[in-house]
Nanobody
Framework: QVQLVESGGGLVQPGGSLRLSCAAS????????MGWYRQAPGKKRELVVT???????NSADSVKGRFTISRDNAKNTVYLQMNSLKPEDTAVYYC???????????????WGRGTQVTGSS
């Protein structure tokens, strides 16, 4: 099996910064892509940003210029640097990975348990 473990959420004042991390572990051949989604109260889960194994990113317009994703392929880990946080960024942030497991030829999607990010004064 595959596990995604997130860390780094918390409470931050508007305009502040937070850094999230997500590490994947298990029987992994490859991960493509890996990244973050978020879900605010009463809303659907939405894309924040993902990054492919070659470094190509796909991000929501609402976070462009403020959030930066990076990836350490050797560690199967992604990082999300969030700057200039706004109250509307408040949500549970979920790590996402599309994984090919060892011994398998197809992809499976995995989710982390989520970490709360709150932008509030």
């Amino acid at each position: 099996q595959v596990q995604l473990v997130e860390s780094g959420g918390g409470l931050v004042q508007p305009g502040g910064s937070l850094r999230l991390s997500c590490a994947a572990s298990g029987s992994i051949t490859s991960i493509n892509p890996m990244g973050w989604y978020r879900q605010a109260p009463g809303k659907k889960r939405e894309l924040v940003v993902t990054v492919s194994s070659s470094g190509v990113t796909n991000s929501a317009d609402s976070v462009k210029g403020r959030f930066t994703i990076s990836r350490d392929n050797a560690k199967n880990t992604v990082y999300l640097q969030m700057n200039s946080l706004k109250p509307e960024d408040t949500a549970v942030y979920y790590c996402y990975a599309r994984v090919i497991r060892i011994g398998y030829s197809y992809e499976s999607v995995y989710w982390g348990r989520g970490t709360q990010v709150t932008g509030s004064s």
